[in-house]
Structures are given as structure tokens and as C-alpha cells.
């Protein structure tokens, strides 16, 4: 039998930016975790090439949504 698990996450902030940065900072942890899951499991192929570069362009754009004492503008 096939069981699926649900995933609640709670998401707290006191204005839509806070909100913003906690999403993406959330999207950029479980998009991590399931490409090295993909990886261990030989999955390779078009969903590590959508995750290296979602990861990417998060990454590139931090200083955007995250505030200024945690990202660093990019050189």
C-alpha cells in the first residue's frame, strides 16, 4: 500500500517581505535536500539541470530578498 505524508509548513512575518524571505529561504532548503536525494539515488537528468538553476538564480539574488546583515551584495 502506498502512503503519502503530508508536510505543513508554518510560515510567520509581520509584513509580505518577511513572508517573501522566509518562502524563498524555505524553497532554497528543500530544493537542496531534493537534489542530493536525486543524486544518492542516480536520478540524474532534466531535474538537476531545473534545480542547479533555480538554486542559482537564488543564490545570485539573495541580497534581494534576504536582509542586508545576512547576504552580502555579489562582487
Same mark, same amino acid.
Given at each position: 500500500?502506498?502512503?503519502?505524508?503530508?508536510?505543513?509548513?508554518?510560515?510567520?512575518?509581520?509584513?509580505?517581505?518577511?513572508?517573501?524571505?522566509?518562502? &524563498?529561504?524555505?524553497? /532554497?532548503? /528543500? &530544493?537542496?535536500?531534493? &537534489?542530493?536525494?536525486?543524486?544518492?539515488?542516480?536520478?540524474?537528468?532534466? /531535474?538537476?539541470?531545473?534545480?542547479?538553476?533555480? &538554486?542559482?538564480?537564488?543564490?545570485? /539574488?539573495?541580497?534581494?530578498?534576504?536582509?542586508?546583515?545576512?547576504?552580502?551584495?555579489?562582487?
Amino acid at each position: 500500500m502506498f502512503v503519502t505524508h503530508n508536510c505543513y509548513i508554518l510560515i510567520r512575518g509581520n509584513t509580505l517581505g518577511e513572508i517573501t524571505e522566509e518562502a &524563498l529561504h524555505y524553497a /532554497y532548503f /528543500y &530544493l537542496t535536500r531534493s &537534489l542530493l536525494e536525486h543524486r544518492a539515488q542516480g536520478k540524474n537528468g532534466e /531535474y538537476e539541470t531545473f534545480a542547479v538553476e533555480v &538554486l542559482a538564480l537564488l543564490q545570485k /539574488y539573495r541580497h534581494l530578498y534576504t536582509n542586508p546583515p545576512e547576504a552580502p551584495r555579489p562582487d
